[in-house]
């Protein structure tokens, strides 16, 4: 597997195993980007003299579920209820982009709509009822797809005001280019991605990659949004400059544990294991802001972090919502690469060795909240 584009893609529809149904965390990410939303949508309101006529608002990595169009309508009440507070009048059209890559399953999404364009008109109604002496909310709010990658252009120049993305952006565009080379792929020996026994030549090949695809992303949005057009982005990241600190990589570490158990019974191949790489980077502060500044399109406005807990709001096991949370994501590049046979077996031993392994620690991980503001140019 060269690129995640063909494989990626989170499960799809509403059953046990779905994205859907297991993405409890990422909303607890989402909820944690609130202040930094309505900060931007305020100061992107307040840039303009007059009301603003269009607005084009971007989520990136949306994938589908219930998260995806609690994100959008969350970005449209911020905006009435900043317009309403700013004494203004409501931009009068939204255009709301759902973006992912080509295999998400937008369909789902699109058979909430009427139900999301519902609640939008209630919240509107209300609104006004509340506040008939100023506002007038007549927006009209359009929403599309926007399938492809976002490590390179999805929008017009300066069509967008303001991007979102939540627990995307700590998938890279692909396995890491520098890992190309047969020999160096397999030195990675019984491992999934970066651990303590990772040989630096492979390290170094995901913090290039990163680097690369990073940059990528802040430049392609520099052209898409409009002057003063702002970002809030939320990923997963490392609690320290070490490339195999805890927080960034048990859940991979854990992952190969499980795969190598099955080796001896002749279930899994060692060199399938030694061989995959996951297109996946926890990156740390100091990398997101040497990237950052390095390519120059956009100023900090904040830059958080956040260590939460992964099995807040799993009702299960530990171990076991833990190991569903991670299939929902990881199922489409594993089964591409070991097959899907195995797939109920590996999770159920990935579940147990978690359960050890919570019993020791807590189910932590870190993540960044940074908001930024393109330059003028
Ligand atoms: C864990 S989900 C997060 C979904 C949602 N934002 C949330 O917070 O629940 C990550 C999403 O990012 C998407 N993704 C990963 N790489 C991408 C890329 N290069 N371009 C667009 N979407 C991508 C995946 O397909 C997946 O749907």
Request: with cysteine; proline share 3%; hydrophobic share 35%.
């Given at each position: 597997?060269?690129?995640?584009?063909?494989?990626?893609?989170?499960?799809?529809?509403?059953?046990?195993?779905?994205?859907?149904?297991?993405?409890?965390?990422?909303?607890?990410?989402?909820?944690?980007?609130?202040?930094?939303?309505?900060?931007?949508?305020?100061?992107?309101?307040?840039?303009?003299?007059?009301?603003?006529?269009?607005?084009?608002?971007?989520?990136?990595?949306?994938?589908?579920?219930?998260?995806?169009?609690?994100?959008?309508?969350?970005?449209?009440?911020?905006?009435?209820?900043?317009?309403?507070?700013?004494?203004?009048?409501?931009?009068?059209?939204?255009?709301?982009?759902?973006?992912?890559?080509?295999?998400?399953?937008?369909?789902?999404?699109?058979?909430?709509?009427?139900?999301?364009?519902?609640?939008?008109?209630?919240?509107?109604?209300?609104?006004?009822?509340?506040?008939?002496?100023?506002?007038?909310?007549?927006?009209?709010?359009?929403?599309?797809?926007?399938?492809?990658?976002?490590?390179?252009?999805?929008?017009?120049?300066?069509?967008?005001?303001?991007?979102?993305?939540?627990?995307?952006?700590?998938?890279?565009?692909?396995?890491?280019?520098?890992?190309?080379?047969?020999?160096?792929?397999?030195?990675?020996?019984?491992?999934?991605?970066?651990?303590?026994?990772?040989?630096?030549?492979?390290?170094?090949?995901?913090?290039?990659?990163?680097?690369?695809?990073?940059?990528?992303?802040?430049?392609?949005?520099?052209?898409?949004?409009?002057?003063?057009?702002?970002?809030?982005?939320?990923?997963?990241?490392?609690?320290?400059?070490?490339?195999?600190?805890?927080?960034g990589c048990y859940h991979w570490e854990l992952l190969a544990?499980?795969?190598?158990?099955?080796?001896?019974?002749?279930?899994?191949?060692?060199?399938?294991?030694?061989?995959?790489?996951?297109?996946?980077?926890?990156?740390?502060?100091?990398?997101?802001?040497?990237?950052?500044?390095?390519?120059?399109?956009?100023?900090?406005?904040?830059?958080?972090?956040?260590?939460?807990?992964?099995?807040?709001?799993?009702?299960?096991?530990?171990?076991?919502?833990?190991?569903?949370?991670?299939?929902?994501?990881?199922?489409?590049?594993?089964?591409?690469?070991?097959?899907?046979?195995?797939?109920?077996?590996?999770?159920?031993?990935?579940?147990?060795?978690?359960?050890?392994?919570?019993?020791?620690?807590?189910?932590?991980?870190?993540?960044?909240?940074?908001?930024?503001?393109?330059?003028?140019?």
């Amino acid at each position: 597997m060269e690129t995640v584009v063909e494989v990626l893609r989170m499960n799809k529809g509403a059953g046990e195993t779905s994205y859907a149904m297991n993405s409890s965390v990422q909303r607890k990410l989402i909820s944690l980007t609130k202040q930094a939303v309505e900060k931007a949508i305020k100061e992107i309101l307040c840039s303009q003299r007059g009301p603003i006529m269009k607005m084009g608002i971007a989520d990136l990595g949306c994938s589908s579920g219930p998260n995806t169009l609690m994100v959008i309508s969350e970005i449209v009440q911020t905006i009435y209820a900043t317009s309403n507070t700013l004494n203004r009048l409501a931009p009068k059209e939204l255009m709301l982009y759902l973006n992912d890559l080509f295999t998400n399953d937008f369909n789902n999404i699109f058979t909430s709509l009427p139900s999301f364009h519902k609640k939008i008109r209630q919240e509107k109604e209300n609104n006004h009822s509340k506040n008939n002496n100023i506002r007038d909310f007549g927006s009209t709010c359009f929403v599309s797809a926007v399938p492809g990658t976002f490590y390179g252009r999805l929008f017009p120049t300066k069509s967008i005001n303001f991007f979102h993305s939540s627990s995307s952006l700590h998938w890279l565009s692909r396995v890491p280019s520098g890992l190309k080379d047969e020999s160096v792929r397999r030195s990675n020996k019984g491992k999934l991605y970066i651990s303590k026994t990772t040989p630096n030549s492979v390290i170094e090949a995901y913090s290039q990659q990163f680097q690369n695809d990073f940059s990528c992303f802040l430049e392609s949005r520099s052209l898409e949004l409009v002057d003063g057009g702002r970002m809030v982005l939320s990923f997963m990241g490392r609690e320290s400059m070490d490339p195999a600190a805890p927080y960034g990589c048990y859940h991979w570490e854990l992952l190969a544990q499980a795969l190598m158990t099955m080796v001896p019974e002749g279930l899994v191949e060692e060199e399938k294991v030694d061989s995959f790489n996951a297109p996946y980077y926890a990156c740390c502060y100091e990398e997101l802001k040497m990237v950052i500044e390095k390519e120059g399109s956009f100023s900090v406005d904040s830059l958080e972090t956040y260590e939460i807990d992964w099995d807040e709001g799993i009702e299960s096991e530990k171990g076991e919502g833990f190991a569903r949370l991670m299939r929902a994501a990881y199922e489409s590049l594993l089964e591409y690469h070991f097959g899907s046979r195995i797939m109920d077996d590996l999770f159920g031993r990935y579940a147990r060795l978690l359960d050890h392994h919570f019993s020791k620690t807590r189910a932590k991980c870190f993540t960044f909240n940074i908001s930024l503001v393109r330059r003028q140019q």
